[in-house]
């Protein structure tokens, strides 16, 4: 079944997944809905690269930090909407993902803080053996910046290598300790 999505580049087609694609899905979801596990890792590369606005992790020990150490930050994270792009091939799934955030809050007594919600797309290329070798995420489905920008994009992209680096040194990379 296909069908049209909405995000914030507009109306884009969509296609049902197959299993295969679904279990994938349902387990990098996982990720974002702050319920990190080694099942939810399990379609990692060990080499994979994490790409977003944010930071850049390279390698799976990095990655797990990334993720992990979003339910320190967050106080809950839901799928509002996440839908299989009709452009996704057998080695590249794209999907168009709604998460709303809601923040721990930084004031004693309350438990959240402000809410944000994001559209991204969510690109995962896979290997031949179907692990997820690259995952990028681009909010508001606009391209990250990089080091082929000039100048600007190659500070970004160092800051992001940075960022992602001190995240792995302070958040363990096994989900059983957060």
């Known amino acids: 079944m296909s069908g049209i999505t909405t995000s914030s580049a507009g109306p884009l087609a969509t ?7 679904k279990q994938l899905i349902k387990s990098i979801l996982l990720l974002y809905q702050l319920r990190p596990s080694e099942q939810a890792y399990a379609y990692y590369a060990p080499t994979a690269i994490f790409h977003d606005p944010v930071s850049i992790a ?3 020990d990095s ?3 990334q993720f992990n150490g979003m ?11 996440c839908d299989l792009l009709a452009s996704s091939t057998a080695d590249q799934i794209v ?3 709604t998460q709303r955030y809601v923040f721990k ?5 309350r438990k959240e803080g402000g809410e944000k919600t994001v559209n991204s797309r ?15 995420e681009e909010w ?29 040194k302070l958040v363990p990379s096994d989900p059983g300790e957060i």
């Open 140 to 168: 508001d489905h606009e391209g990250n910046r990089t080091g082929e920008e000039g100048f600007v994009g190659k500070l970004m992209e160092g800051r992001k290598k940075v960022d992602a680096k001190l995240v792995q």
């Open 122 to 136: 969510v690109t995962l290329k896979l290997d031949g053996e179907g692990m997820v070798v690259r995952h990028e």
């Open 71 to 81: 339910p320190k930050i967050f106080a809950s994270s839901e799928t509002e909407k």
């Open 63 to 65: 990655i797990k930090s």
């Open 105 to 109: 809050s930084v004031l004693p007594g």
């Open 58 to 60: 390279e390698g799976l």
């Open 15 to 21: 296609r049902t997944p197959t299993p295969r694609e």
């Open 95 to 97: 999907l168009n993902l």
